[in-house]
């Protein structure tokens, strides 16, 4: 868990500790503005962004691997950073950094984006303004490059908040959003991952880049996600991913719902979540999150 706070939870919300512990093992990055009066007079800014939940060992990286992943992560988050210091706004940052991601082959996200068990790619997202409290998402997408992108133009430029594939790819033409043929999304390798999963009848976590492991050709792919707070003290947070590898029936994870895989609030914190999107939308993890400082506040 990544934190930018100083939250002061006590003993009395023990079972708020402990699921705060789990919650650690899902990778949930937080950034919170710290005595908001002062944000906007000292320029403070910030940024924190995640490419899944998965533990990947140094000793099954290839150095080429390593570097590989280092540098599209470090790119992005340099990126954000210098627009964050540009003055561009937290919701312009977090579509800029998670487009990076999204244009990796390397994550699972945008053009990194894994199968289903029907062989296609189906792309979900989220964006949400903590000023205004505005978002928007999207969810199985299956030509728009930059699900990210989508998401902001439906927070932006709709009355909707949540747009579901046909549908949502019709509103990307609207607004000039670029679409391609899903021959772009293709790699042989999430391929044949689907294929030896669907023959096993196994899905794996959307979350998890996982490990590199030469006696398991399944290699596990990362959700993208990213907080950031600009010089005018507003937070913003996006997530994107491609969901998981051989899910069926147009299932939908966490990524795009707003409150559970992403949130933002300028009065808390702004959240992007990784991990298992079933559990993480069960308990609603994102708002709870956010809601946790105001109560430790109240008592």
């Known amino acids: ?44 800014i910030a940024i924190a962004i995640h490419g899944g939940a998965g533990n990947i060992k140094k000793r099954n990286l290839t150095p080429e691997q390593e ?28 579509e800029i950094v998670i487009r990076l991601l999204e244009d990796s082959p390397l994550f699972n996200a945008g053009k ?3 199968f289903s068990n029907e062989g296609k790619n189906e792309m979900d997202a989220a964006i949400m303004d903590g000023k205004t409290l505005h978002c928007g998402a999207v969810t199985n997408l299956t030509h728009v490059k930059n699900p990210i992108s989508l998401a ?6 709709s009355q909707y908040v949540f747009l579901n594939g046909t549908g949502a790819e019709n509103f990307a033409k609207i607004k000039g959003i670029e679409l391609v043929d899903t021959s772009y999304f293709f ?6 991952e689907m294929l030896k999963l669907r023959d096993s ?30 010089i005018f003290g507003n937070l913003a947070s996006g997530t994107s991913t491609g969901g998981i590898t051989n899910k069926r029936y147009n299932r939908i994870g966490d990524s795009p719902l707003i409150g559970c895989g992403t949130y933002a609030n300028n009065k808390t914190c702004a959240i992007s979540c990784t991990g298992h999107g079933e559990d993480f939308i069960r308990i609603v993890i994102s708002h709870l999150c956010l809601i946790l400082p105001e109560c430790s506040e109240q008592e």
């Open 67 to 94: 570097s590989a992943y280092l540098g599209v992560l470090d790119n992005a988050l340099l990126s954000g950073y210098k627009a964050l210091q540009e003055g561009k706004s937290s919701v312009d940052v977090v």
């Open 187 to 192: 790699d042989q390798k999430r391929w044949n």
């Open 201 to 230: 009848s196994k899905t794996i976590l959307d979350n998890d880049r996982g490990h590199f492991d030469e006696k398991d050709s399944i290699s596990k792919y990362g959700t993208v996600g990213c907080v950031a707070l600009d």
């Open 112 to 114: 990194g984006s894994v």
């Open 152 to 157: 902001k133009a439906i927070m932006l430029d």
């Open 1 to 44: 868990m990544v934190i930018l706070t100083n939250f002061n939870f006590t003993m009395k919300f023990p079972p708020l500790l402990l699921l705060l512990l789990m919650l650690n093992s899902h990778n949930i990055l937080i950034a919170q503005k710290n005595n908001p009066t002062n944000f906007v007079s000292n320029r403070k």
